[in-house]
Each structure stands twice: as structure tokens, then as C-alpha cells.
């Protein structure tokens, strides 16, 4: 029973992570400002590197789960980078 549980809470999470996906492109590609579609690139990032664990949780090896890792460093590094440039103009001074 609890082997069910979690394949059918995994497939759920999946679906529901893919359609949190869709949200954020769409907010990322027509957001009206600059700041909107930072957002939605930092959602999209957040909502891949959670698919990647559930698909890590459902077959069980260590590598999506590197791969979340990497991609949350370099999503974050990403967006800290636009956050400045939008601020300021430039990013390296």
C-alpha cells in the first residue's frame, strides 16, 4: 500500500510541478516588466530543480540529485545577477 502511495504521490507531484512550469514560462515569456519575467525564471528554475527530485525520488539514484543541486546554485547565482543589473544597469562594476 505505501509503495502505491508513493508512486501515485510522485506522478501527482510530477503533474503538477509540469503545470507550475507552464505558469511560470507564460509569466516569463508576457510578463509586462522586467522584474515579472525575473520571477518567472526564478520559478521555472525552482519548479525543475523540484521535478528533478521527484524523478531522483522515483528511480532512486544520486545523480538528479546533484543535478538539483547544481542547477539551485546556478539559478540563484542567475538571479542575483539580473536582480543587479536591473538595479543598476550593469552587473560587474
Do not use: H
Not at 18 to 39: E, I, K, N, T, Y
Request: net charge positive; aromatic share 10%; proline share 1%.
Amino acid at each position: 500500500m505505501t509503495v502505491t502511495l508513493l508512486s501515485w504521490s510522485l506522478l501527482l507531484a510530477q503533474i503538477m510541478l509540469g503545470l507550475a512550469m507552464f505558469c511560470a514560462a507564460w509569466r516569463a515569456l508576457s510578463g509586462p516588466r522586467a522584474q515579472d519575467r525575473v520571477v518567472g525564471l526564478d520559478t521555472l528554475y525552482v519548479n525543475g530543480m523540484l521535478l528533478l527530485l521527484t524523478f531522483g525520488i522515483r528511480s532512486g539514484t544520486a545523480v538528479y540529485f546533484e543535478v538539483a543541486l547544481v542547477i539551485s546554485l546556478l539559478g540563484f547565482v542567475g538571479t542575483a545577477a539580473l536582480a543587479k543589473f536591473l538595479m543598476r544597469g550593469e552587473v560587474i562594476e
